[in-house]
């Protein structure tokens, strides 16, 4: 598709359950951005992936979660023994290359409940 | 650490009343964007600044960047009930750092 596409858009898990999110980023972009958003509130930065760079990992709020990416194509956020303060969306961006003076596109997001 | 504040956390205003969102920062920015979000969407983009003093139009919106790049400001004039959404500031310290975003502005026009 021409946009970023994330899977699944919803998601019920159980608490202590790990749970994995999907990103699939506009072709050719090379930076990629997960967020969270709880209701209401802004976006909360967790980890960034620029090209061939080592990510930026410095927003992941504990060991429990985790991100991958696949050269410049596919990237997935895994959460281990999930909580129920995990609940959010899980928001996917990328961008062609650095962000400064570069459109950042979102995905619609993966609405997580953790129950 | 690096924190975007913006001003006001929620705003309820009439049709046609003016307003201003305020964001606001210790560090400067390499570049600031603003993005629109409604239920549902991700946030989409309204406009890039990167130049200090710098003001740009869209339509009955109007942005400026602070001089010294460590602030801006998002104007709307006459709001219409389609302007409802939350409204972010994000911004990036250094270029090929991450994109840091504020909490946001919810902002509701009744008809």
Redesign the interface.
Known sequence: GAG?SQSPSNKVTEKGKDVELRCDPISGHTAL?W?RQRL??????LI?F?GNSAP?K??LPSDRFSAERTGESVSTLTIQRTQQEDSAVY?C?SSRD????N???????SWLTVV | TQLLEQSPQFLSIQEGENLTVYCNSSSVFSSLQWYRQEPGEGPVLLVTVVTGGEVKKLKRLTFQFGDARKDSSLHITAAQPGDTGLYLCAGVYQAGTALIFGKGTTLSVSS
């Open positions: 970023v951005y967020y209401g509130q802004g976006l909360e930065f960034y620029q930026d410095s927003g928001l961006a650095r962000v400064s003076g459109t950042i596109y979102f995905g619609e997001g």
